[in-house]
């Protein structure tokens, strides 16, 4: 079965900083990972999708790394900004069961 | 808009009553889930439908029945509702067969039980 952890669970940084999100699973056969993010009493916004064969993905300030063999992403968000106050969430797609399995996710809160 | 789209958005209900959740997706995706957030925010699965066809049922209790009349809408059921069901319930859709272009979510029903 899947298990997909997120470090740290929760944490605040000052506005400008960038942010290190971290995300693992157990089983490191995926078709691809997807971060999500989610505000308070919202729905889940897709961030970026990468591939089980890609490395990584760019969109904007964000920036997303997949080590499939370590069962590892990093999600990284640069130079941060208030509005980037959400929780994050990491989700892997399993080969073997077809089924999206979420971690707990990041809280984040950037402090102007 | 190309969207998922759930309705209500927020229901509150007495113990007991049976309420439903609609969904509707216009991505032409052929598979739709019913996933479950609760209270400290962890997201998991509930059902999957492939096609109008069931593919995943979680340990779920009988109480929730999900439909899917066609393979754009899924709708949850759910009968004798329970405190412990307040929670928020989210309807996602995928192809199944282009699973690598990832989910899409609707933007949640906050099912609260008094």
């Known amino acids: 079965k899947q298990e997909v952890t997120q470090i740290p669970a929760a944490l605040s940084v000052p506005e400008g900083e960038n942010l290190v999100l971290n995300c693992s699973f157990t089983?490191?056969?995926?078709?691809?990972l997807q971060w999500f993010r989610q505000d308070p009493g919202k729905g889940l916004t897709s961030l970026l999708l990468?591939?089980?064969?890609?490395r990584e993905q760019t969109s904007g300030r964000l920036n997303a790394s997949l080590d499939k063999s370590s069962g590892r992403s990093t999600l990284y968000i640069a130079a941060s900004q208030p509005g980037d106050s959400a929780t994050y969430l990491c989700a892997v797609i399993s080969s073997g069961n077809n089924r999206l399995a979420f971690g707990k996710g990041n809280q984040v809160v950037v402090i102007p | 808009d190309t969207a998922v789209s759930q309705t209500p958005k927020y229901l509150v209900t007495q113990m007991g009553n049976d309420k439903s959740i609609k969904c509707e997706q216009n991505?032409?995706?052929?598979?739709m889930y019913w996933y479950k957030q609760d209270s400290k925010k962890f997201l998991k699965i509930m059902f999957s439908y492939n096609n109008k066809e069931l593919i995943i049922n979680e340990t779920v209790p009988n109480r929730f029945s999900p439909k899917s009349p066609d393979k754009a809408h899924l709708n949850l059921h759910i009968n004798s509702l329970e405190l412990g069901d307040s929670a928020v319930y989210f309807c996602?859709?995928?192809?199944?067969?282009?699973?690598?272009?990832?989910?899409?979510f609707g933007s949640g029903t906050r099912l609260t039980v008094v």
């Open positions: 991505l032409g995706h052929d598979t």
């Open positions: 996602a859709s995928s192809n199944r067969g282009l699973i690598h272009y990832g989910y899409t």
């Open positions: 990468i591939q089980s064969s890609q």
């Open positions: 089983d490191s056969a995926i078709y691809n």
